[in-house]
């Protein structure tokens, strides 16, 4: 991956994204996007020009991160644990968002408005600038993504400050599966 490749100041978009959650907390599907993007930009490209060009997050970790006496990576992350653990972690969030925005629009289950971290850690709601007349499943899909985002960018952070800037990007729900996509592409080729 070239890490010299992003385009500068990105990190202020993964601030904007939570800055928005204050303003109107429907900011937060926005959050699609960046599950959306990096492979629109692998079809084309062929290759992880969200990650080498783009990524948000990439940017924030690399300004937020610790700039000398970078530590070993640890084994739970050279074993390839920690990639197996986040890819699941992606997988059931993304499940449990579904499935409980589903409920709720189907009456069967009350609207979470607040946000909730690493899927069990219960928050609050956030203070709101604009008042939308939203339906209930989709402000509770709005809390489930902003909440979603915030976990991994908190574990990122604090990774990259423990470790390495972007040691993130060894464990990376998004990044995992560009790889294993490529991989397929590349398997498939005649
Ligand atoms: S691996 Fe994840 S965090 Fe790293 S550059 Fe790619 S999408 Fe961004």
């Not at 599950?35 to 020009?49: E, G, S, T, W």
Request: charged share 15%; hydrophobic share 50%; aromatic share 12%.
């Amino acid at each position: 991956m070239n890490r010299k490749g992003l385009l500068p100041n990105l990190f202020i978009i993964t601030l904007s994204y939570f800055a928005l959650g204050f303003v109107s907390i429907l900011f937060a599907n926005l959050a699609l996007l960046c599950m959306v993007l990096p492979f629109i930009l692998l079809a084309k490209a062929k290759k992880k020009l969200w990650c080498q060009t783009y990524c948000p997050r990439a940017s924030l970790l690399d300004a937020a991160g610790k700039k000398t006496n970078w530590r070993k990576n640890p084994s739970l992350i050279t074993s390839g644990k920690l990639r197996g653990i986040m890819l699941w972690y992606f997988g059931l969030n993304l499940l449990f968002i579904t499935g409980s925005t589903i409920q709720v629009a189907m009456l069967r289950m009350e609207a979470m408005q607040y946000i909730r971290l690493f899927i069990a850690i219960k928050l609050f709601s956030l203070p709101q600038l604009i008042t939308f007349q939203a339906p209930l499943f989709l402000m509770h899909l709005s809390y489930r993504f902003y909440g979603m985002m915030a976990s991994t960018t908190i574990l990122a952070l604090v990774l990259s400050r423990i470790y390495r800037p972007r040691i993130w990007c060894a464990v990376c729900p998004i990044g995992t599966i560009s790889d294993a996509t490529l991989r397929v592409q590349r398997k498939m080729k005649p």
